[in-house]
């Protein structure tokens, strides 16, 4: 690996620097970048397994191209085949679904029916996600198909397919799944390290063509400045979580390339209803009158988002096109919390009511670079109103979020991940959902959920999904900050790395450096 001394650390780091404070872009000589059969790719992300089933992990698996789905959602987010030929829907609640013919396992096995059926039922025991999400009582294995028949109505089942959670892999392989998985993708395990650099090698026999990059490095750099140094250095080919503010130094260098998308990807800002100040709807509403999205969006995020309405993007069917219901407003803010009863008695700028000061802790993490910077500007916006927050970096947010261990918390996530409105509203805002961090609760919205399940007419799907959003907002359960555009900053020689708006998909058999 070529290292980078610490004099030019520093020199690259100073003149990042002075170029985002005069909105310079990096400008240098062409480079003739050296040829090489391995791609280095630099991460802010990283996994401690690649087992589909666990938690989250299998979109690691998918995005490194190891294993594959039965379905797999397009550039437009509409379901295609992949593993299957295609489907049949015999009933409302039995699914028949035909496996393409003649696609092996990376050890050579055959795919078929039955290492289909046993990968999918693994899957929906070991992941929380996967089962209340499917809703599969049984999976038959045929000749060259498989029978899915769901324990209650389920409109959504092929898009939920298309999720890395139920990704094929051979469970019969005697390698350890959560280092080495046996999939059908482009690229196979050689090396993985949870915490260091990890290597992939071209599948010799892939299905869907020859691949034609020899290798991949993946390597997690915590730290977005460290990465952008790493990729002007040339130690790494392409960079992903990069700070926007640092994407937009490239875009005019023609040594490299940016490759953008808008996604579903959302900034979200979660209260613990368990916190007995932030029990009152007031309070949180107050909360939310004070935080400037658009002001974020166009200066910590340079524009390179969209200040968000609801959980989805305005330009999907499900998702909100306007709503005047949280507005910036300090003013008002501040009225509100004194008709709470909340005053500043000793003078000191906090506001407290009953003894009790209004202090709270925001949980979020660095892995996503813009985060940090967003927390602080929301620290600042709260501060003015006379509401403490001290903020917290941690690097086990899952952990953190799951033990409720916080009273904000700035997370980012794809809320449409599945081409569909169900799955994020199921986990995300249903009471006892899998991503319900915050503990909301609202028996309207779990009704409507309950409604949208198992409506299988899209525009109505879509109105109860807009009606869900419409009585959580008003609830100020949740602010939905901003919707992320998905950037890979890279060398201009490399080529067939496309960012996706599920974030699922990155390496594939047309992956190489020129």
């Given at each position: 690996m070529k290292r980078i001394s610490s004099i030019r650390k520093v020199l690259i780091c100073m003149f990042l620097i002075v170029s985002q404070l005069v909105g310079c872009s990096i400008i240098s000589e062409e480079i003739e970048w050296q040829d090489k059969e391995q791609l280095v790719f630099g991460t802010t992300l990283s996994t401690k397994s690649l087992d589909p089933a666990n938690g989250y992990s299998g979109w690691f698996t998918v995005r490194y191209g190891i294993a594959e789905t039965l379905f797999k959602l397009d550039d437009n987010m509409e379901a295609v085949p992949w593993l299957a030929e295609g489907y049949e829907m015999i009933n409302n609640k039995t699914w028949k679904i035909k496996i393409k013919e003649n696609i092996r396992?990376?050890?050579?096995?055959?795919?078929t029916s039955q290492s289909v059926k046993e990968s999918m039922e693994r899957s929906i025991e070991l992941n929380s996600r996967a089962k209340s999400t499917l809703k599969i009582e049984s999976i038959e294995a045929k000749e060259n198909y498989i029978i899915i028949t769901t324990t209650e109505d389920n409109p959504t089942l092929i898009n939920d397919l298309c999720d890395p959670f139920v990704a094929i892999i051979d469970v019969n392989s005697s390698e350890d799944i959560s280092t080495n998985p046996i999939g059908t993708g482009a690229f196979m395990v050689d090396e993985f390290n949870h915490s260091g650099a990890s290597y992939f090698k071209k599948n010799p026999n892939y299905w869907d063509g020859e691949v034609k990059l020899e290798g991949i490095k993946v390597m997690p750099i915590a730290d977005a400045d460290t990465l952008a140094m790493a990729l002007q250095s040339g130690e790494i080919d392409v960079a992903q979580g990069l700070a926007y503010s640092m994407?937009?130094?490239?875009?005019?260098?023609?040594?490299?390339?940016?490759?953008?998308?808008?996604?579903?990807?959302?900034?979200?800002?979660?209260?613990?209803?368990?916190?007995?100040?932030?029990?009152?709807?007031?309070?949180?509403?107050?909360?939310?009158?004070l935080i400037d999205k658009e002001m974020y969006t166009s200066y910590i995020l340079n524009g390179e988002a969209i200040s968000g309405?609801?959980?989805?993007?305005?330009?999907?069917?499900?998702?909100?096109?306007?709503?005047?219901?949280?507005v910036v407003d300090e003013e008002e803010a501040i009225e509100i919390l004194k008709k709470e009863g909340y005053t500043d008695s000793d003078g000191?700028?906090?506001?407290?009511?009953?003894?009790?000061?209004?202090?709270f802790k925001l949980v979020t993490y660095s892995s996503r670079a813009e985060l940090p910077s967003?927390?602080?500007?929301?620290?600042?916006?709260?501060?003015?109103?006379?509401?403490?927050?001290?903020?917290?970096?941690?690097?086990?947010?899952?952990?953190?979020?799951?033990?409720?261990?916080?009273?904000?918390?700035?997370?980012?996530n794809i809320t449409s991940s599945s081409g569909d409105s169900l799955a994020y509203l199921n986990n995300a805002v249903k009471t006892g959902g899998s991503s319900n961090y915050g503990y909301y609760r609202n028996e309207e919205v779990d009704s409507l959920i309950d409604k949208l399940e198992v409506e299988f007419n899209k525009d109505e799907r879509d109105k109860l999904a807009i009606k869900i959003q419409e009585i959580v907002l008003d609830d100020n359960a949740y602010n939905f900050i901003a919707n992320m555009k998905m950037s890979f900053v890279m060398k201009n020689n490399v080529i067939g790395i496309e960012p996706h708006p599920t974030d699922y998909y990155q390496f594939n058999a047309n992956t190489d450096i020129e």
């Amino acid at each position: 690996m070529k290292r980078i001394s610490s004099i030019r650390k520093v020199l690259i780091c100073m003149f990042l620097i002075v170029s985002q404070l005069v909105g310079c872009s990096i400008i240098s000589e062409e480079i003739e970048w050296q040829d090489k059969e391995q791609l280095v790719f630099g991460t802010t992300l990283s996994t401690k397994s690649l087992d589909p089933a666990n938690g989250y992990s299998g979109w690691f698996t998918v995005r490194y191209g190891i294993a594959e789905t039965l379905f797999k959602l397009d550039d437009n987010m509409e379901a295609v085949p992949w593993l299957a030929e295609g489907y049949e829907m015999i009933n409302n609640k039995t699914w028949k679904i035909k496996i393409k013919e003649n696609i092996r396992f990376q050890n050579d096995k055959e795919l078929t029916s039955q290492s289909v059926k046993e990968s999918m039922e693994r899957s929906i025991e070991l992941n929380s996600r996967a089962k209340s999400t499917l809703k599969i009582e049984s999976i038959e294995a045929k000749e060259n198909y498989i029978i899915i028949t769901t324990t209650e109505d389920n409109p959504t089942l092929i898009n939920d397919l298309c999720d890395p959670f139920v990704a094929i892999i051979d469970v019969n392989s005697s390698e350890d799944i959560s280092t080495n998985p046996i999939g059908t993708g482009a690229f196979m395990v050689d090396e993985f390290n949870h915490s260091g650099a990890s290597y992939f090698k071209k599948n010799p026999n892939y299905w869907d063509g020859e691949v034609k990059l020899e290798g991949i490095k993946v390597m997690p750099i915590a730290d977005a400045d460290t990465l952008a140094m790493a990729l002007q250095s040339g130690e790494i080919d392409v960079a992903q979580g990069l700070a926007y503010s640092m994407v937009k130094l490239f875009q005019d260098d023609k040594n490299y390339k940016v490759e953008s998308t808008d996604t579903s990807r959302a900034i979200v800002m979660y209260f613990n209803e368990k916190n007995e100040i932030l029990k009152n709807t007031n309070v949180r509403k107050a909360i939310n009158m004070l935080i400037d999205k658009e002001m974020y969006t166009s200066y910590i995020l340079n524009g390179e988002a969209i200040s968000g309405i609801g959980a989805f993007p305005s330009n999907t069917n499900y998702g909100l096109k306007d709503n005047e219901s949280i507005v910036v407003d300090e003013e008002e803010a501040i009225e509100i919390l004194k008709k709470e009863g909340y005053t500043d008695s000793d003078g000191d700028g906090i506001l407290e009511k009953d003894g009790k000061k209004i202090s709270f802790k925001l949980v979020t993490y660095s892995s996503r670079a813009e985060l940090p910077s967003i927390a602080q500007a929301i620290q600042a916006d709260l501060k003015k109103a006379g509401i403490e927050v001290t903020i917290e970096i941690s690097d086990n947010i899952t952990d953190i979020l799951e033990a409720g261990n916080f009273d904000l918390a700035l997370y980012s996530n794809i809320t449409s991940s599945s081409g569909d409105s169900l799955a994020y509203l199921n986990n995300a805002v249903k009471t006892g959902g899998s991503s319900n961090y915050g503990y909301y609760r609202n028996e309207e919205v779990d009704s409507l959920i309950d409604k949208l399940e198992v409506e299988f007419n899209k525009d109505e799907r879509d109105k109860l999904a807009i009606k869900i959003q419409e009585i959580v907002l008003d609830d100020n359960a949740y602010n939905f900050i901003a919707n992320m555009k998905m950037s890979f900053v890279m060398k201009n020689n490399v080529i067939g790395i496309e960012p996706h708006p599920t974030d699922y998909y990155q390496f594939n058999a047309n992956t190489d450096i020129e």
